[in-house]
């Protein structure tokens, strides 16, 4: 989404009534580089509680707000966002055109932003079981990375080993499959075992 910056950004221009637009923009803002324009404009959305109307775009809207909000480390943000997705952790977002991880993968990552390490581990293995049983291979991969970066850095007993082996997982589906994005974050996230 990266690559895309204009293209969301004049969309979000041309429809300011539709506000998933704009958390799709913080996205793109996120995967450019550009984290002090996520970060803006998470806060922004934060500001009014996240409050989004309850149409089709409003999963859209929430995993793009939560996914700049864990991979920022934005925990004055998490909590809310826990809040509001929690009632849909068995749930798969999907827009007709792209399907999202699991609910559950981004509520896992959102509780290890703010330390509630295991009911992030309860999210994630939940997210595992709904990977696994639809074939989700991307959301496989990205889960198995944020939960890698769970057991990081939590850090208790066992844990390095078992961020290790899911880390790898996700970095070798990742790169097998052309997951650009999530073989970096598992790469990034396995130097940091080392």
């Known amino acids: 989404m990266g690559e895309l910056v204009s293209?969301?950004?004049?969309?979000?221009?041309?429809?300011?009534?539709m506000p998933t637009f704009r958390a799709a923009l913080a996205t793109a803002h996120l995967d450019a580089g550009n984290e002090e324009a996520a970060r803006e404009m998470v806060d922004v959305a934060a500001a009014d509680s996240f409050a989004l109307p309850e149409d089709t775009?409003?999963?859209?809207?929430?995993?793009?707000?939560?996914?700049?909000?864990?991979?920022?480390?934005?925990?004055?943000?998490?909590?809310?966002?826990?809040?509001?997705?929690?009632?849909?952790?068995?749930?798969?977002?999907h827009n007709v055109l792209?399907?999202?991880?699991?609910?559950?993968?981004?509520?896992?990552?959102?509780?290890?932003?703010?330390?509630?390490?295991?009911e992030a581990e309860s999210y994630f293995e939940q997210a595992a079981e709904?990977?696994?049983r639809?074939?989700?291979?991307?959301?496989?991969?990205?889960?198995?990375?944020?939960?890698g970066r769970m057991l990081r850095?939590?850090?208790?007993?066992?844990?390095?080993?078992?961020?290790?082996?899911?880390?790898?997982?996700a970095g070798e589906s990742a790169a097998?499959?052309?997951?650009?994005?999530?073989?970096?974050q598992a790469t990034a996230e396995l130097s940091e075992l080392s």
């Open 130 to 132: 709904l990977n696994s």
């Open 98 to 118: 792209t399907p999202q991880p699991p609910v559950a993968t981004f509520l896992g990552g959102l509780a290890t932003v703010v330390e509630r390490f295991e």
């Open 176 to 184: 097998a499959r052309g997951y650009a994005m999530v073989e970096r």
């Open 57 to 93: 775009g409003w999963f859209d809207a929430m995993v793009n707000y939560a996914r700049v909000v864990l991979e920022l480390q934005l925990a004055a943000h998490g909590e809310r966002l826990i809040e509001l997705l929690a009632p849909f952790r068995d749930q798969v977002p």
């Open 134 to 147: 639809v074939e989700m291979k991307f959301a496989e991969a990205y889960t198995n990375m944020l939960w």
């Open 153 to 169: 850095t939590r850090n208790g007993p066992g844990d390095a080993d078992r961020a290790r082996d899911l880390l790898e997982q």
């Open 7 to 17: 293209l969301i950004a004049d969309t979000a221009e041309q429809n300011p009534s």
